[in-house]
């Protein structure tokens, strides 16, 4: 029975010797791989880029011109920063704009043929949006100036000027809506509304002023 007794005690030192060893081999699982998350897009940032659109309104005077309505195409560019927090996106823009609103005389069946243009105008803005990830609707409004210029019938003149052309300044409202196709890439829709207030001309003999709404596409850049 002693003898038995020893044998199996044997038995187990070595099953426990064995078993020891095989928790000293290295192990054939693979490393532990941390899962990888994509980055969550933000708008913070600065953009450049560019726009083009058309624009409809008035022309108005309250002396010795009468215009017709407004409208034409414009293009121009664009830059600003955004800054993200939470969903709430605030930002700053400025933009220029080279235009063709053309107003012609309403008299112009008369034979008067006195012209009014917009030839360029821009808007300083601030921005409040609220960002569904990579969507972004937005309002937006501020400061906005630009040229006015009318043009007499030819041979026509007041205080001795044929034309006048002032740089007014006024006011702009509007929104849009902004999707981030890429990390950089942002295309957007935009609505604006610019008033650019009223200005003597011809030596005050006429008060000129021009109002308009503008719809354009954007593309920008964010670095």
Do not use: C
Not at 101 to 115: D, M, P, R
């Amino acid at each position: 029975m002693k003898k038995y007794l020893l044998s199996g005690v044997a038995a187990l030192g070595l099953i426990a010797a064995g078993a020891a060893s095989a928790a000293d081999l290295p192990s054939r699982k693979g490393p532990v791989v941390a899962p990888v998350y994509a980055p969550v897009f933000t708008w913070t940032g600065f953009y450049v880029g560019a726009n083009a659109g058309y624009g409809f309104g008035n022309m108005d005077s309250v002396g010795v011109n009468a215009f017709g309505d407004l409208d034409g195409f414009v293009g121009g560019g664009q830059i600003g920063y955004n800054y993200q927090i939470g969903q709430i996106v605030l930002g700053l823009e400025a933009d220029f704009q080279g235009a063709d609103l053309k107003a012609g005389s309403s008299f112009a069946g008369l034979g008067i043929v006195n012209e009014g243009k917009v030839e360029w105008f821009g808007t300083v803005r601030g921005r409040v949006g609220f960002a569904f990830d990579r969507f972004l609707p937005y309002i937006t409004g501020g400061l906005a100036y630009g040229n006015v210029k009318t043009t007499l019938t030819p041979g026509v003149t007041i205080n001795g000027l044929a034309s006048d052309d002032n740089t007014h300044t006024g006011w702009t409202l509007g929104a849009g809506v902004e999707y981030a196709f890429t990390n950089n890439l942002i295309g957007g829709v935009e609505y604006l509304y610019v008033d650019l207030g009223d200005k003597k001309v011809f030596n005050g003999a006429d008060k000129v002023g021009a109002d308009f709404s503008l719809v354009r596409a954007r593309l920008s850049y964010k670095f």
